[in-house]
């Protein structure tokens, strides 16, 4: 079992930054693909970022430039580094986990129970 907790949200104005942090419970992150997710009010979960076991690292079209995920394994921490922050960027924000899986997807093994990003004037 694969323990997920998220930190970080809070409430910013647009144009700011927040950084997110996801801490995992299990050593040999390196081996494990982590993806961030995030639902706005009212809509559907979306991707946001992943970083596969392999190394490779995607964005969705709506954050690329703006955001940047990171993950540092001898913490077993990742991060969500969060730029140019808009009011859409407004939901609450999970981490996901898959051992060795080669993309993110919505029906990963292990999630978070989220954190809140509120970006309001």
């Known amino acids: 079992q694969l323990q997920l907790v998220e930190s970080g949200g809070g409430l910013v104005q647009p144009g700011g930054s927040l950084r997110l942090s996801c801490v995992t419970s299990?050593?040999?992150?390196?081996?494990?693909?982590i993806g961030w997710f995030r639902r706005a009010p009212g809509k559907e979960r979306e991707g946001v970022s992943c970083?596969?076991?392999?190394?490779?690292?995607v964005y969705a079209d709506s954050v690329k430039g703006r955001f940047t995920i990171s993950r540092d394994n001898a913490r077993n921490t990742v991060y969500l580094q969060m730029n140019s922050l808009k009011p859409d960027d407004t939901g609450v924000y999970y981490c996901?986990?898959?051992?060795?899986?080669?993309?993110?997807?919505?029906?990963?093994?292990?999630w978070g129970t989220g954190t809140l990003v509120t970006v309001s004037a």
């Open positions: 299990r050593v040999m992150l390196e081996n494990w693909t």
């Open positions: 996901a986990a898959e051992r060795v899986a080669t993309s993110c997807h919505q029906g990963m093994d292990y």
């Open positions: 970083t596969t076991s392999s190394g490779r690292t």
